[in-house]
């Protein structure tokens, strides 16, 4: 993990919550009151620059949650939105953070929307829980390791083909 301890972030529902990363290769998510979470890249995969954790791809990745594998299906990250989205079933749930703005992703579970997080993919990100859904401590895990090991929100459609348009004429 990284060498310098980052300051936990305080969660508006869950406490202290820390996230470390280890480069590409790993990243950690733990706090007092939720399930630590563990990911990590096959070292012997290649690293792609543009996602937080080096790779989209399922076969190359493991999540851990209180040591338990859970399966994680990240989406390719194409042109639009929602091919950015990222997958976990745990427990019997299924939870999805998926781009529903240019800074921000969606996180639900069972297709309930719990809340909103944002991050760079990098060790600091910030949730914003909705008011309603029962939220569960391992929301908060799930949420917080996706949103830093792949990053969150994505341009519309439309901004991406504008800019490849653009990039295209000389």
């Known amino acids: 993990m990284s060498d310098t301890p980052r300051t936990p972030v305080r969660d508006t529902r869950f406490g202290a919550i820390s996230v470390r990363q280890n480069g590409q290769d790993s990243l950690l998510v733990e706090g007092e009151g939720i399930p630590r979470v563990t990911l990590d890249r096959d070292p012997g995969s290649q690293a792609d620059p543009q996602t937080a954790i080096g790779t989209r791809d399922p076969a190359h990745l493991t999540m851990r949650i209180d ?94 083909l504008v800019d490849a348009v653009s990039a295209a004429i000389p």
């Open 67 to 160: 040591g338990e594998r859970v399966e994680l299906t990240p989406g390719q990250g194409r042109l639009s939105r929602h091919s950015y989205r990222v997958d976990v079933v745990y427990d019997g749930a299924h939870y999805r953070l998926v781009p529903d703005s240019v800074p921000s992703s969606r996180l639900t579970r069972d297709g309930v929307h719990l809340g909103d997080f944002s991050s760079d993919g990098d060790e600091l990100v910030i949730a914003e829980w909705r008011d309603g859904p029962e939220l569960r401590p391992v929301d908060a895990s799930i949420g917080y390791a996706l949103a830093s090991a792949f990053g969150t929100g994505a341009q519309p459609m439309w901004m991406m």
